[in-house]
Every structure is written in C-alpha cells, then in structure tokens.
C-alpha cells in the first residue's frame, strides 16, 4: 500500500461486455496504457479479468479467456506491477500463475473448478475465496441473515482452500458485493463487515460502480456517475477494517483513502490527549406537580412526583477550568426537569422517566443518565413507604473505527 492505509486494486476487463467498461480495454496495447495510468494513480494491484460476469454475458472457454489475458499480465509483471487474475477456470489460474502472477481472484471460490484451488496451491500463489451463489448473479437473492450466511459461506470456502492445500496466511475473503444480493443485503453487508473480519483473514471489496450504488443516484446515471459512492464505501469499508478495495476508478478512491488517512494521522497522540476523568451528577428529591397516571381523578387533580437523577460524563474540563459553563448546571436541570412533569400527562411512571433520561441527554456532554420517578401518593388501597421507577438510558456511540 502506498500512503492510503489499505490496499487499492485496479479492475482491467479485457472483455468485450463488463458492465461498466466493456469492451474499452479489449484490445492488449489499450489494457497496458490504462493499467500503467491506473498504478500511476495510486493502484497497488491490478486485477485483470478476461470473462465478465455481466448477467447476459457470452461464457468464454478457459482458451479465449487465456488469449486475452495472458499478454496483458505478462507485460504488466514485466514493468513489476503486482497483477491478480479474475478467473473462475483451474486452467486460466494454471497459466496466469505461470505468467507471473501473484494473486487469483475467484468469485466462485473453488466451487465452479473446484481444481483450481489445487493450481493455486501447487503455483503458490495468493487466493481471493469470494461469497456468491453461482456465476449468474441475478439468481438466489434470498436470505435470512445475509452477514451470518455469508461469513458461513466464506468458512467453508476457507476451509475446502486449506484442505487443498492453499496456506491460510495466503488467502484473503470476499463478501461478494453485487453477487445474488438485493441492494439492501449489500448495505448489510457493508454494516456488517466486522463480522466477516472476525474469520480473521484479510477482506478484498468490489463495490465499485455496482447496481446498489446506483440507487442513488438519478434514474439512467451512467456506471462512471457511481465512483463518488464507491470511494465512499471504500472508505467505509477502510473504517470497518478492510484490507484491500478493488475499483474502476483509481483517482477517486485512492483520495478519498488519503483523507481517512489523514484524519487518523492528525488525530490526537493518546498520551497527549487530556485524560477523562468520568465522574457523576447526582440530583435527588426533585419535587414536581404532574398529571400523570392511569385514573381520571389523578388526571384531573394531578400529584406530586420525585425525582432522582444521576449523570455520567467527564467532569474534567470542568475541573481544570473552574468553570460551571463546562459542565450540566444542577439548577438548571431542576428547572427543566419540573418543567417537563408538570407538561403532557402519561399513564406510567416509566414513560416519565424515559422521557426525563431522554432530556438529561439533550446534553452533549452526558454518557448515562439514571432516572428514579417516585409516586408516593400513588392510588394504592394498601399502606405502603413509595414506588418508584429507574429508566437507564446511554449514549450510543458509532463502533466505526479510524484506521
Ligand atoms: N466483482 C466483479 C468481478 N470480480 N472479484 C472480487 N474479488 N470481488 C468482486 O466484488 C468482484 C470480482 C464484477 O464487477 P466488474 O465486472 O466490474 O469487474
């Protein structure tokens, strides 16, 4: 990787019908010129592929894919660029291997040849094992829990790879983005990324330019008009721990890469950065009218309500500065807080409370907030001490992580 923190492949069709460059870069001399601009740009690999997996696209036999590639890639390592071959055929693995290149990358993952997981084991190269349900994308669209059936898949795959002899620590994994999956299954995925890294290997990622980004734009935007959601999601992809991205268009995603970078970067040392020194609020015996409860007589005449509230933030600015500006000030959430029992009647105690976790909140600063509703003049035909209601309520924080 070159500056950008994760690994950018740049996609050569040498095809007559990809989706979105058929046919541009059929011809060799026109393949090398846009890999050579590609790696100019930024691009780590390329990965070339000589079959598309377009839906509708004619099947090439292994010899035909074998005449478009193998000048390409073999020019390619010449000039000491790192290639992957796109291939589901052992045969094409076979020769791409013997050709010089490092990685095969195969969006059946042994299933449609199951031979070529033994060519690659036997030519040492690297292995990419992707998620799919067969080559014909648009088929099997169904699933109950797309990130958990995936990671399955990609398991078993795992493990036919490793019993045909390929090194674990050379394989990397694929979700499959686009593969028999409907544009809401590629967000999940894309949510869910963690957990296909926690298999442990690397992750490559091909959303470049697919259907789902698509969505959003204009009916009838062309695929060049979807680089901009790629680069997005290559970077979302980078923030959930991906290793390696592969795209059309190099430029956008390698820059878009290098401001993730380079916000990590200007991030704080944590050594330097002030340590936080949680602590908490606590306000007790709040005394308030309201009007809530389930009887007409406790609508209509209201009663008295205590409140408890406890608050969990850094109390270190606050420290350091002296200063009430940078923490909650106690009197002021009192006063918020008869206000609000005393407004819009409810039927439970614990919806009084939520609402008033909910609203401590509000502020930025707080982390947890406890709320205790007393009633202790609640219509009970027994003598009793009080009830009350707790309501806990956190803060939820993104899990995203920058590199
Ligand atoms: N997508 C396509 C082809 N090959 N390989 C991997 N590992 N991951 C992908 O998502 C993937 C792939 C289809 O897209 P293209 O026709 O633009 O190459």
Same mark, same amino acid.
């Given at each position: 990787?070159?500056?950008?923190?994760?690994?950018?492949?740049?996609?050569?069709?040498? %095809?007559?019908?990809?989706?979105?460059?058929?046919?541009?870069?059929?011809?060799?001399?026109?393949? @090398?010129?846009?890999?050579?601009?590609?790696?100019?740009?930024?691009?780590?690999? +390329?990965?070339?592929?000589?079959?598309? %997996?377009?839906?509708?696209?004619?099947?090439?036999?292994?010899?035909?894919?074998?005449?478009? @590639?193998?000048?390409? #890639?073999?020019?390619?390592?010449?000039?000491?660029?790192?290639?992957?071959?796109?291939?589901?055929?052992?045969? !094409?693995?076979?020769?791409?291997?013997?050709?010089?290149?490092?990685?095969?990358?195969? #969006?059946?993952?042994?299933?449609?040849?199951?031979?070529?997981?033994?060519?690659?084991?036997?030519?040492?190269?690297? *292995?990419?094992?992707?998620?799919?349900?067969?080559?014909?994308?648009?088929?099997?669209?169904?699933?109950?829990?797309?990130?958990?059936?995936?990671?399955?898949?990609?398991?078993?795959?795992?493990?036919?790879?490793?019993?045909?002899?390929?090194?674990?620590?050379? +394989?990397?994994?694929?979700?499959?983005?686009?593969?028999?999956?409907?544009?809401?299954?590629?967000?999940?995925? *894309?949510?869910?990324?963690?957990?296909?890294?926690?298999?442990?290997?690397?992750?490559? @990622?091909? !959303?470049?330019?697919?259907?789902?980004?698509?969505?959003?734009?204009?009916?009838?935007?062309?695929?060049?008009?979807?680089?901009?959601?790629?680069?997005?999601?290559?970077?979302?992809?980078?923030?959930?721990?991906?290793?390696?991205?592969?795209?059309? /268009?190099?430029?956008? !995603?390698?820059?878009?890469?290098?401001?993730?970078?380079?916000?990590?970067?200007?991030?704080?040392?944590?050594?330097?950065?002030? $340590?936080?020194?949680?602590?908490?609020?606590?306000?007790?015996? #709040?005394?308030?009218?309201?009007?809530?409860?389930?009887?007409? &007589?406790?609508?209509?005449?209201?009663? &008295?309500?205590?409140?408890?509230?406890? *608050?969990?933030?850094?109390?270190?600015?606050?420290?350091?500065?002296?200063?009430?500006?940078?923490?909650?000030?106690?009197?002021?959430?009192?006063?918020? +807080?008869?206000?609000?029992?005393?407004?819009?009647? #409810?039927?439970?105690?614990?919806?009084?409370?939520?609402?008033?976790?909910?609203?401590?909140?509000? /502020?930025?600063?707080?982390?947890?907030?406890?709320? !205790?509703?007393?009633?202790? $003049?609640?219509?009970?035909?027994?003598?009793?001490?009080?009830?009350?209601?707790?309501?806990?309520?956190?803060?939820?924080?993104?899990?995203?992580?920058?590199?």
């Amino acid at each position: 990787m070159s500056g950008h923190g994760i690994e950018v492949w740049g996609i050569l069709n040498v %095809t007559p019908d990809s989706f979105s460059d058929g046919g541009r870069y059929v011809d060799a001399g026109a393949a @090398i010129a846009h890999a050579r601009r590609m790696r100019a740009q930024g691009a780590d690999v +390329i990965d070339v592929g000589g079959e598309s %997996t377009r839906p509708g696209a004619t099947p090439v036999t292994p010899e035909e894919e074998q005449a478009r @590639i193998l000048p390409v #890639v073999r020019e390619l390592v010449r000039e000491g660029i790192r290639v992957s071959v796109d291939t589901v055929h052992a045969a !094409t693995a076979r020769a791409a291997i013997e050709a010089g290149a490092e990685i095969i990358n195969d #969006v059946t993952a042994g299933e449609h040849d199951p031979a070529l997981l033994g060519a690659v084991a036997e030519g040492g190269a690297r *292995l990419v094992l992707m998620h799919s349900r067969g080559l014909d994308v648009t088929q099997d669209t169904r699933y109950g829990d797309v990130v958990a059936e995936v990671a399955a898949h990609l398991r078993a795959r795992l493990a036919a790879a490793v019993d045909a002899g390929v090194p674990r620590e050379r +394989i990397m994994l694929d979700p499959g983005f686009g593969f028999s999956k409907e544009p809401e299954d590629n967000w999940r995925l *894309l949510a869910g990324l963690g957990a296909v890294g926690r298999i442990g290997l690397p992750l490559l @990622i091909g !959303t470049s330019r697919k259907r789902f980004l698509g969505t959003l734009l204009p009916e009838g935007a062309r695929p060049e008009e979807r680089d901009a959601a790629t680069a997005a999601t290559a970077v979302l992809a980078a923030q959930r721990g991906a290793a390696a991205v592969r795209v059309h /268009d190099v430029a956008s !995603t390698v820059s878009a890469l290098r401001a993730l970078v380079a916000t990590a970067e200007a991030a704080p040392d944590p050594a330097l950065r002030p $340590q936080p020194r949680s602590g908490a609020i606590s306000l007790t015996g #709040v005394r308030a009218r309201g009007h809530h409860g389930v009887l007409p &007589e406790e609508r209509r005449d209201g009663q &008295e309500f205590v409140v408890d509230v406890q *608050l969990v933030l850094d109390l270190g600015d606050a420290i350091d500065r002296d200063d009430v500006h940078a923490t909650v000030h106690y009197g002021e959430l009192a006063e918020r +807080i008869v206000a609000d029992v005393g407004r819009d009647p #409810v039927d439970l105690i614990e919806t009084l409370a939520d609402r008033l976790a909910a609203l401590c909140l509000v /502020d930025g600063r707080v982390e947890h907030a406890t709320v !205790t509703v007393h009633k202790p $003049q609640a219509p009970i035909a027994v003598p009793f001490g009080d009830v009350a209601v707790t309501v806990h309520r956190s803060r939820e924080r993104s899990d995203w992580v920058v590199l």
